[in-house]
């Protein structure tokens, strides 16, 4: 059972926006920043989405963030194929001395 | 450009103890803006955080994991390690060593990834 929650799946249409809900409590998203990750079939993850909203270098606009409250959410809109993937949402946590949480993941299909 | 490398056995006993070596390339270890982290993900699962360590030797463990977790790091290498002790098929899980920028804990580097197995 992960710290934060996510959908197991999503999915759309090519050219479709798609979102991604992650929920979790005071002690981490409501009090820290949430950072995406993208996770291609057989391959390390990679960094989607930084501090909620922030996109690293060479991420497309496509890709947005937000965050409200105790819960994240991320955004892929005008879909691509190349976008099936494994999504998790991951924040520092405060309690029991700090430690990183993950979401449990989201497997995005574009069908 | 910054690499990191996962090296260990990539087949444990049950209640061994698994140990795992990343050799970070092209930076210092020893840079004050970054954690050295080790993440998991068991077959066909989701992504988990195991610790961190900081150069100087500070570290932050997961909870759940944190009675069998020991994380080093020999700056005269520029490696950290993982020990992870009384493993059993749950411990089952690809290890990724990492690096965790230290105000967002942001993982923006990650190692290729190496499958542990833990079989008798």
């Known amino acids: 059972q992960s710290v934060l929650t996510q959908p197991p799946s999503a999915s759309g249409t090519p050219g479709q926006r798609v979102t991604i809900s992650c929920s979790g409590s005071?002690?981490?998203?409501?009090?820290?920043?949430v950072n995406w990750y993208q996770q291609l079939p057989g391959t390390a993850p990679k960094l989607l989405i930084y501090?909620?909203?922030q996109r690293p270098s060479g991420v497309p606009d496509r890709f947005s963030g937000s965050k409200s409250g105790t819960s994240a959410s991320l955004a892929i809109s005008g879909l691509q194929s190349e976008d099936e993937a494994d999504y998790y949402c991951?924040?520092?946590?405060?309690?029991?001395?700090?430690?990183?949480?993950f979401g449990g993941g989201t497997k995005l299909t574009v069908l | 450009q910054l690499q990191l490398q996962e090296s260990g056995p990539g087949l444990v006993k049950p209640s061994e103890t698994l140990s795992l070596t990343c050799t970070v390339s092209g930076g210092s270890i020893s840079s004050s803006s970054y954690y050295w982290g080790w993440i998991r993900q068991p077959p066909g699962k989701g992504l988990e955080w195991i610790g961190s360590i900081y150069y100087s030797g500070s570290t932050y463990y997961n909870p759940s994991l944190k009675s069998r977790v020991t994380i080093s790091v020999d700056t005269s290498k520029n490696q950290f390690s993982l020990k992870l002790s009384s493993v059993t098929a749950a411990d089952t899980a690809v290890y990724y060593c990492a690096r965790q920028e230290i105000q967002l804990w942001l993982v923006d580097y990650w190692g290729q990834g190496t499958l542990v197995t833990v079989s008798s």
């Open positions: 991951a924040a520092w946590d405060d309690s029991l001395n700090g430690h990183v949480v």
């Open positions: 501090s909620n909203n």
């Open positions: 005071s002690s981490n998203i409501g009090s820290n920043t």
